[in-house]
Every structure is written in structure tokens, then in C-alpha cells.
């Protein structure tokens, strides 16, 4: 630990010698490793200090025992219309982004994909997916599960269109963004919707490609299940903004290995310099500071194998109000 302050100390002091870094230069400066990385986010640029300090930072590691149940969480909605938009290599991840309901890329406007419900108390615009992976499979996605992380997780983000104007408006405002993770695990067989962006990689290679894809369904990306946990967090790369309700389902999706092969040939840089794979993209769990992880699984009268009841996690009344009466 006093060698890793060390180092931080002393590339801290190095990074200020140089002069003023413009916004551009510091969005190409980040990265998922080295003296870039996440140890280093909160350090170098005074703006993303929350990196660093915050009490409400992203991903975290999801522990079933720790779990609380709300019986007032409802189902989670998502508008079951395709939208249009572009899939990009952005040098640090595969986002796809939504086209602007007024300039569809395809001449026609399109109506915005809108998610309600779960622990949400107000109307929220989807505008991006983002996709997270390893060049392993034994890690990659930044949400785990009692310490197990999966090959690959996407991130379904909105922004609160009744408060906010648009995603940026939202991103450093309460209540501002919603992201449903979705983990991925290795099957034989792909969710079709996560085969429609994985079916454009080639052409999105190197950092800054861009493709377009059509007619996706943001909603048949999620597992087929109603069931999922929520906790007040953050955007999980720089400037690390506490504004993000999470949900994160409890099933995963499928991937196979092709598509993560396809993942795994992008790179972070152009084809005159392409630097180094875009994979491990993640950043590591950060810690949940007993904010409370909620979710709407009931255990009542949930059986495991061989008939033993699980752990109750029902409502239970602690104390009650004293009647009054005034003689």
C-alpha cells in the first residue's frame, strides 16, 4: 500500500509539471491501466475528483447475503420499439448511440425508447449502450456477484427527460441517469439483439469507427426475467458522477466465443497506430459504503435443493406507534 502511494505520489507530481492539458487531450489521456487507469483518475484532473473521493462510485460487487428486499420495487419497463443509431469504437469502449428522434440517420423520425418503472420515479430516454469486456474469460464485466466477475457486461443508459433537457444536461444532475446492467455469460447460442451490434464489429475496428445499426430492440436485450437489484451509484468512467440509479438484472444474456473473438480484435487506436486491444475495459469494484442494495426477489417459501427453506427476507414490524387520545 505505501509503494503504491509512492508511485501515485510521485506521478502526480511528474503529470503537473506539464502544462495545461485541454478537455480533448485529458478525454484521450484516460485509459483502464498504467499511470492512466483508474487509480490514477481521481488524482490527476481536479474534475474527476469524485474518482477518487466519492462515497457512491460504480460498479460494485454484489453480495446476495447483503441483499434487502422492497416489496414496493415494481417491474421494470422498457418501450418494445426498435430504434436506429450508430455503433462506435471510441478508443475506450463499443458504445451505440440513439439517434436523435428529430435527425434519424435514416430520413424518417423515430419515437424515443423511454424506461419507467423498478426503482424509478420519473421517465427516463434511452440514449446509449455501452460494452464491457476481457481479453479473458474469466473477467471482464465491472458488476460481480459474490467476487465472481463475467465475460462481458452491457450498460444500458438513459437520462431523465422530464427534469433534463438531454444526457449531458443529466449526467451531473440528481437523479439524472439511469443504467441497467446486463451481465453476459458464454453459451452456444446469442441473444439476437446483442448479435445485431456484435454483426458490426469488423467495420468499427479501430478507435473512431463508427457504423450504423438499424431497428434494434433495447428491451429484448434484457434476460427473461423480472427480477433484479438496484443501488444508488455512479457513472463508472471519468468524471465519475454520483447521478446513476443502477439495475442490474439477475440473469444474464448469452455470448458465444465467436462474438467475444470479434470483441477482442478491436483496438483502442487508428490503423496508422492502433496501440493496444480495447478489451478489459472495466473498472474494478469500488467499495459500498452500506449504501443499501435493494431488490424485488421474495424469498418466501423459496425451496432450495433437497427441501431446506431459505432465508425469510419479508417486511418485519420492529415496533408500532402508541395510540393517543386526547381526554
Known amino acids: 500500500m505505501g509503494l503504491l502511494m509512492n508511485v501515485k505520489a510521485l506521478t502526480v507530481l511528474l503529470l503537473l509539471q506539464i502544462p495545461a492539458i485541454s478537455a480533448v487531450s485529458w478525454e484521450e489521456w484516460w485509459t483502464y491501466d498504467g499511470i492512466s487507469g483508474p487509480a490514477f ?45 450508430t455503433i462506435t469504437n471510441t478508443g475506450h469502449s463499443v458504445i451505440f448511440t440513439a439517434d436523435n428522434e ?11 425508447v423511454n424506461l419507467t418503472g423498478g426503482p424509478l420515479s420519473y ?6 449502450i455501452h460494452v464491457h469486456y476481457g481479453l479473458h474469460d474469466q473477467f471482464g464485466s465491472e458488476h460481480s456477484v459474490e467476487g465472481y ?43 439476437p439483439e446483442l448479435r445485431m451490434l456484435t454483426d458490426q464489429l469488423e467495420r468499427i475496428r479501430y478507435g473512431g469507427d463508427e457504423a450504423p445499426v438499424r431497428r434494434i430492440s433495447v428491451r429484448d436485450l434484457l434476460p427473461d426475467t423480472e427480477h433484479y437489484m438496484t443501488y444508488e451509484g455512479s457513472t463508472t468512467a471519468p468524471a465519475c458522477y454520483e447521478t ?11 455470448i458465444t466465443k465467436q462474438q467475444l473473438h470479434a470483441l477482442r480484435r478491436l483496438m483502442q487506436g487508428g490503423p496508422d497506430h492502433p496501440k493496444a486491444p480495447l478489451g478489459n475495459n472495466f473498472r474494478p469494484p469500488q467499495p459500498l459504503l452500506h449504501r443499501p442494495v435493494r ?33
Not at 421517465?123 to 446509449?128: A, G, I, P, V
Open 295 to 327: 431488490t424485488n426477489i421474495d424469498f418466501r417459501n423459496k425451496q432450495e435443493k433437497g427441501g431446506k427453506i431459505c432465508a425469510t427476507m419479508y417486511k418485519d414490524v420492529h415496533y408500532k406507534a402508541n395510540s393517543w387520545k386526547h381526554n
Open 102 to 112: 428529430t435527425s434519424s440517420a435514416y430520413g424518417t423520425p423515430q419515437i424515443p
Open 41 to 85: 483518475w481521481g488524482l490527476i484532473n481536479p474534475e474527476w475528483s469524485l474518482c477518487n473521493k466519492g462515497r457512491r462510485q460504480s460498479p460494485v460487487n454484489l453480495e446476495p447475503q447483503r441483499l434487502l428486499f422492497d416489496p414496493n420495487l415494481r417491474t421494470l419497463h422498457i418501450d418494445k420499439h426498435r430504434i436506429s443509431g
Open 123 to 128: 421517465r427516463y430516454r434511452f440514449h446509449e
Open 244 to 254: 446513476v440509479t443502477w439495475i442490474v438484472m439477475n440473469k444474464p444474456i448469452y
Open 149 to 191: 466477475t463475467f465475460p462481458a457486461e452491457i450498460q444500458i443508459f438513459g437520462y431523465n427527460s422530464q427534469l433534463y433537457a438531454n444526457f449531458s444536461d443529466a449526467l451531473y444532475r440528481a437523479q439524472g441517469i439511469v443504467g441497467v446492467a446486463v451481465l453476459l455469460q458464454l453459451g452456444d447460442l446469442s441473444n
